[in-house]
């Protein structure tokens, strides 16, 4: 065993909060300091960065926007020596491509999180070679490869086969998403009365996350519940075109817009039902958050996502860019309180038995013993 401190350097694309990075922030401040002692390379600024510093760990930024940046690797293998790191835990592939070559001239072993893998759905067929390739090398070279969902690992197994692979469920704190504890109520922020009900989309606005959908389902809707407001939540590439889809259906007097915000959970106390229409996904923490919030949730019957969700029993799932089902989806549950109130109660009893994070930590404490463990 070790008489020091086990030195590991998580890595990540960017310093801005996404679904890896508060995958990252969950886990490293979570670690036992007496035993680990996490260090933090970002490829951007952002508020994760920020956060983690406040948190007393040790963050490093090298500015970089481009995968196999080979000008930078010379300065990650620099903080590899002078670090004394014993491993390094990337997070997603930006980060592996980034930071796994400087570990093998070093000779630190590696583990790579998947946070969803890169040649997903939605890319032209050549880009899709490409971003194969690219995984092939990562995973067969890394010391341990982790999925956090049975379908990427899958997937893993059939497009990468020389990876050593394990599963980490993707997970969230259920203590602290527990509706039981108060919050603040935030109905009056944005103008929603008592009897309003809360229908929420929280997510980047990109191409992934399909929000145009959610906004094509709101007319039908609005016109048959006239108490039903609507709220997005987050910032993206396609957020004026959300705004201006949102004037022509001509629902801007319901659909309330909000810059991504960190007071998750008290947006989560305020929703009634939580919506993700998503095109691909590992399993998305922002769903899991409101599942352990007992929110009732509307979701596409993806890979990942359908490991949290069983349609019918802890949420209801529909087809991707479906908005008549959505809006089916969205009146069936607005019309019935009692199915409300039981898909959000299955849904934590779901996340707490599968998807905790203490769970998650315990699991990747195990595998770094097992690795820096000569």
């Known amino acids: 065993m070790h008489n020091k401190r086990i030195k590991i350097l998580h890595t990540i694309r960017q310093g801005s909060f996404g679904g890896g990075e508060t995958y990252l922030y969950n886990l490293v401040t979570r670690l036992d ?5 996490p260090l933090v390379l970002s490829f951007t ?3 994760m960065v920020d956060k983690l510093r406040q948190a007393g760990i040790r963050t490093f930024v090298i500015p970089t926007l481009k995968p ?10 620099q903080l590899l020596k002078n670090e004394q790191i014993d491993l390094v835990h990337m997070h997603g592939t930006r980060a592996a491509t980034n930071t796994l070559i400087p570990a093998l001239w070093n000779g630190t072993k590696t583990i790579y999180t998947v946070h969803g893998w890169s040649f997903h759905t939605g890319n032209k067929p050549l880009i899709t070679r490409g971003r194969i390739m690219a995984e092939r090398f990562i995973t067969s070279q890394t ?9 990427d690992l899958q997937q893993g197994l059939q497009y990468c086969p020389g990876g050593k692979y394990t599963l980490f469920y993707n997970s969230i704190d259920t203590h602290y998403f527990d509706p039981a504890l108060p919050v603040t109520d935030l109905c009056r922020e944005f103008g929603f009365t008592q009897t309003d009900v809360v229908i929420t989309f929280m997510a980047r606005l990109t191409a992934q996350k399909d929000p145009l959908t959610f906004i094509k389902a709101i007319p039908r809707v609005k ?9 997005m939540i987050g910032e993206g590439e396609l957020k004026n075109e959300c705004i201006q889809l949102a004037q022509i259906l001509a629902v801007s007097d319901v659909l309330t817009f909000s810059e991504f ?6 947006i989560l106390q305020l929703t009634d039902v939580f919506v993700l229409p998503s095109l691909w996904e590992v399993i998305p923490l922002g769903l899991l958050e409101a599942m352990s919030m007992e929110k009732a949730c509307i979701a596409t019957a993806i890979s990942g996502t ?9 949420g209801l799932l ?6 008549d089902q959505l809006a089916d989806k969205m009146i069936q549950l607005l019309s019935d309180e009692l199915l409300r109130r039981n898909l959000g109660k299955n849904a934590r009893v779901k996340v707490i038995r599968q998807f905790d994070i203490r769970t998650l930590v315990e699991k990747n404490k195990e595998l770094y013993l097992q690795l820096a463990t000569p």
Request: with cysteine; charged share 25%.
């Open 33 to 37: 300091k007496q035993v680990f002692e």
């Open 45 to 47: 600024e952002g508020a």
């Open 68 to 77: 196999f940046n080979i000008f930078i690797y010379r300065q990650v293998l």
């Open 143 to 151: 010391s341990q490869v982790v999925c956090g969902s049975q379908a």
């Open 223 to 231: 016109n048959q519940f006239p108490q039903a407001k609507f709220l």
């Open 261 to 266: 915000r960190s007071d998750v959970k008290k």
């Open 306 to 314: 359908t490991e949290a969700i069983t349609d019918g029993e802890n």
């Open 318 to 323: 529909i087809d991707i860019q479906s908005p």
